[in-house]
T-cell receptor, first 115, second 110 residues
Framework: DVKVTQSSRYLVKRTGEKVFLECVQD?????MFWYRQDPGLGLRLIYF???????EKGDIPEGYSVSREKKERFSLILESASTNQTSMYLC??????????????FGEGSWLTVV | DQQVKQNSPSLSVQEGRISILNCDYT??????FLWYKKYPAEGPTFLIS?????DKNEDGRFTVFLNKSAKHLSLHIVPSQPGDSAVYFC?????????FGKGTSLLVTP
């Protein structure tokens, strides 16, 4: 069974804190993604990675960075959390050359509240 | 700028009837289109997809139609069931990542 695991489901952090959201996939996928979902705004792409140590900015990268040191792990980092980063964060993965919709897998999501 | 648009934030349908969810896109480079279903507090799950070389794809109660000239796709659910109540996201791809619409919240009433 395929699995994308996000380590923290619910987090509460203070403004200015450094926050790490971790994601692990067990499907040997090359591509990994971080999206955030906000009411009325849909899913917006923050960053993605198509290989170890490679990263590309998505639509809303400001205030975020990512790390991909191992193929199965993709971390999202909020260097200094702000209240407007309160959101649901979704990690996803897909294989490289066989991109098709039915092989995009999402994790369960991480609810981050910044107070 | 939103490249994938779902102009109806919500839709209510009676059980047993047809649900039609619409999606428009602006980028002519999109070559693959998908629908995802999302329940509260869960990640999106893949529902059905269609390649730009087709105009229809069917999977059980779900059918997706693509009109490339109009840059429009739609998802038909027949018959609708209460368990179909969820948020449905349209997505499109021209490469690695997916571009999502804002979602349509479907409520199927008994």
């Amino acid at each position: 069974d395929v699995k994308v695991t996000q380590s923290s489901r619910y987090l509460v952090k203070r403004t200015g804190e450094k926050v790490f959201l971790e994601c692990v996939q067990d499907m040997d996928h090359e591509n990994m993604f971080w999206y955030r979902q906000d009411p009325g705004l849909g899913l917006r792409l923050i960053y993605f990675s198509y290989d170890v140590k490679m990263k590309e900015k998505g639509d809303i990268p400001e205030g975020y960075s990512v790390s991909r040191e191992k193929k199965e792990r993709f971390s999202l980092i909020l260097e200094s959390a702000s209240t407007n980063q309160t959101s649901m964060y979704l990690c996803a993965s897909s294989p490289m050359r066989e991109f098709s919709g039915n092989t995009i897998y999402f994790g369960e999501g991480s609810w981050l509240t910044v107070v | 700028d939103q490249q994938v648009k779902q102009n109806s934030p919500s839709l209510s349908v009676q059980e047993g009837r047809i649900s039609i969810l619409n999606c428009d896109y602006t980028n002519s480079m999109f070559d693959y289109f998908l629908w995802y279903k999302k329940y509260p507090a869960e990640g999106p799950t893949f529902l059905i997809s269609i390649s730009s070389i087709k105009d229809k794809n069917e999977d059980g109660r779900f059918t997706v139609f693509l009109n490339k000239s109009a840059k429009h796709l739609s998802l038909h659910i027949v018959p609708s069931q209460p368990g179909d109540s969820a948020v449905y996201f349209c997505a499109a791809s021209a490469g690695y990542a997916l571009n999502f619409g804002k979602g349509t919240s479907l409520l199927v009433t008994p």
